[in-house]
């Protein structure tokens, strides 16, 4: 079982940063591929970036440049540093931990965190 908490949304100005942490529980965390995806009002659950146990990234498009997907093993944490934010990237942000090696589709993640809510004003 593992249990995630996100935090470190907020309001932010357009062209703002913010960075999001999700701290785990157990101690099988490093084994696990960690996702950040998030969800606008009205719009379904959308992939942001993933991140490896071995250290691999992966982004969205649209986030591509400037957001940084990272992990702490030893913290039990994984972070997204999300720099030049836009209106559009306004959202609550969820992450995810898996096992199944698909990292881009939200239901092959075994855990998900209660989400944190990211606001950026123009």
């Known amino acids: 079982q593992v249990q995630l908490v996100e935090s470190g949304g907020g309001l932010v100005q357009a062209g703002g940063s913010l960075r999001l942490s999700c701290a785990a529980s157990?101690?099988?965390?490093?084994?696990?591929?960690m996702g950040w995806f998030r969800q606008a009002p009205g719009k379904e659950r959308e992939f942001v970036a993933a991140i490896r146990s071995g250290g691999n990234t992966y982004y969205a498009d649209s986030v591509k440049g400037r957001f940084t997907i990272s992990r702490d093993n030893a913290k039990n944490t994984v972070y997204l540093q999300m720099n030049s934010l836009k209106p559009e990237d306004t959202a609550v942000y969820y992450c995810?931990?898996?096992?199944?090696?698909?990292?881009?589709?939200?239901?092959?993640?075994?855990?998900w965190g209660q989400g944190t809510q990211v606001t950026v004003s123009s």
């Open positions: 995810g931990a898996g096992l199944s090696g698909i990292l881009t589709i939200g239901r092959y993640y075994d855990y």
């Open positions: 157990g101690r099988t965390f490093s084994s696990y591929a």
